[in-house]
């Protein structure tokens, strides 16, 4: 689940990024958010994320008051996120399987449970055969499904994608979108970055637009 | 934190040596070649305080007697010993007597001791006390101290010679303290630029730990295996580096025969080993590990 408030961001500078934002996604909803460069996307994000504060306004995410969230709790917060970035972020020395790995080790996670866990994620992007290999001899597409299995493998109850086909061919971004689809009829909610018209035309999904730091328009199987 | 992660954060903090192997070499480069400098100095210091104040015991005051009638000068003598025994700072105390004080100056002059034949009835040279004093910076008190004592009529005593060593003394105190404070200094900038160099190069690897909900004490414990097994490894390479250095040195003096009052050389590797292999590794635990944890702290507020 998703609340904001009247959320305004403005950045040292006094520059407006965010401006009175009202918006609320349910539990287990697939939304995209879409809007030009400089609209306030990927500030709503950090907003969600706890990488930066609202000035202004309330923020929950799932069972997080986000706004007034102590450092501590920070962690527990984005364990309930699952994050996907356009340019993948796994870590270059470790190879598929670890980086997958790695989300459960840094929630504690035992030996067994990571044994049992990394393979069904795996299986279910289909890259089971590839768990020895290293980022950098998979493909952009490849890549981003690691990024997938690594953000769903601790039963995130959203996963938010900022622009996760950003660097992927249209081919290979109609599959991520299709996986993430299939995800989000798991259970997880999926809130969506993207740039891309012809993957929100196609896919229908709820549609939230920002311009100039506000919602210009939120329609559920909208088009952009 | 759950002990099956400490296990792989331990793992991950000794792979992690190996996995950036090049930033590791840097780091134990620099670490190792500033506490080999600092090594250094202290050792320089301890050799030149030991040759000081081996200079300072050979500096002995000597306590001429007046003469006594044969009868009562062991009564005497004994009285003035238990007197000097009593003053504090006085260390060693060793009579000569008027006969023995004779057949030493007989002794100095070798060849032509037959010079002094036919003193014995009547020895010029007087019965004396030989004295060292444990502590000096007080030695003017002292002597005025031994001056007062009845029966002894000079107190002989080269303060000029002290009043030197005392001053050189507290030099090179000085002086060592101040190099040790700016070798400890600067190797903490150099330290500290390479950590952060080490750190800045793994601020992604940081990031995703932070994104996928990492604790700041997970994230932490690796850097610090690492910095810490870092620092050990380097303390150890700076102790065979210096101890090999100042052998090598040692065996240099040896051959030159070298000897100022009772300082015959340079201190035993063997007395200083222990000291300098703790403060090494103390010193390159400490920085290590300290100097990773402040330089990831900038890149935990994420």
Redesign the interface.
């Known amino acids: 689940m998703i609340d904001l408030r009247n959320v305004s961001k403005t950045y040292p500078g006094g520059n407006v990024a965010l401006h009175d934002v009202n918006l609320h996604l349910d539990d287990g909803e697939f939304a995209f958010i879409v809007g030009s460069s400089g609209a306030g996307k990927s500030t709503l994000l950090k907003l969600l994320l706890h990488e930066e504060k609202p000035t202004t306004g309330q923020i929950y995410v799932n069972d997080f008051a986000v706004h007034k969230l102590k450092p501590s709790q920070v962690p527990y917060l984005r364990r309930s996120l699952g994050i996907v970035f356009q340019d993948f972020r796994l870590i270059p020395s470790l190879n598929v399987y670890d980086n997958v790995a790695f989300s459960l080790r840094a929630v504690g996670a035992s030996k067994q449970e990571i044994r049992k866990k990394v393979p069904f994620m795996l299986e279910l992007v289909g890259l089971q055969d590839k768990f020895k290999s290293r980022p950098d001899a998979l493909s952009g597409g490849e890549q981003q499904r690691v990024a997938l299995a690594r953000a769903l493998v601790n039963n995130p109850r959203i996963i938010i994608a900022d622009e996760p086909t950003g660097n992927v061919d249209p081919e290979r971004s109609m599959e991520i979108v299709s996986l993430l689809e299939q995800i989000n009829k798991l259970g997880p909610g999926i809130l969506m970055v993207t740039h891309d018209h012809n993957l929100v035309h196609r896919f229908r999904k709820r549609v939230i637009r920002i311009e100039d730091g506000t919602v210009l328009s939120d329609r559920k199987g909208g088009i952009y | 934190?759950?002990l099956?992660?400490f296990g792989?954060l331990f793992g991950e903090g000794v792979r992690s040596i190996f996995?950036h192997k090049l930033m590791s070499f840097a780091s134990i480069g620099v670490l190792t070649a500033c506490l080999v400098l600092i090594g250094a100095s202290v050792l320089l210091t301890v050799n030149i305080n030991a040759l000081v104040g081996g200079a300072e015991q050979e500096n002995e005051i000597i306590a001429f007697l007046d003469d006594f009638e044969k009868e009562e000068s062991e009564a005497k003598t004994a009285e003035i010993r238990a007197l000097l025994e009593k003053i504090d700072n006085v260390d060693r105390i060793d009579y000569v007597s008027k006969e023995q004080a004779l057949q030493e100056e007989k002794d100095r002059l070798g060849e032509d001791a037959a010079l002094l034949d036919g003193f014995e009835e009547n020895n010029p040279y007087p019965a004396h006390f030989v004295l060292t004093v444990r502590d000096l910076t007080t030695l003017s008190a002292t002597l005025e101290e031994i001056s007062s004592i009845p029966h002894i009529y000079r107190v002989n005593s080269a303060e000029s010679v002290t009043n030197a060593l005392i001053s050189l003394r507290s030099t090179v105190q000085w002086i060592s303290t101040a190099v040790f404070i700016a070798l400890v200094l600067v190797s903490l900038v150099i330290i500290s630029n390479t950590v952060r160099l080490t750190v800045f190069s793994r601020r992604?690897?940081i990031?995703?730990?932070?994104?996928?909900?990492?604790?700041?004490s997970?994230i932490r414990t690796p850097f610090m295996v690492e910095g810490t097994m870092l620092g050990v490894f380097s303390g150890f390479l700076a102790f065979a580096l210096l101890g090999g250095l100042y052998k090598w040195l040692m065996g240099s003096f040896d051959g030159m025969n070298f000897t100022i009052g009772s300082f015959d050389g340079m201190v035993p590797f063997a007395d200083l080993a222990l000291p300098l292999l703790l403060g090494f590794l103390l010193a390159g635990m400490l920085a290590g590990m300290l100097g990773s944890v402040s330089s990831i702290q900038k890149h935990m507020k994420?």
């Open positions: 934190m759950k099956h992660s792989y996995r992604r690897e990031n995703i730990m932070k994104m996928v909900g990492a604790t700041n997970f994420v």
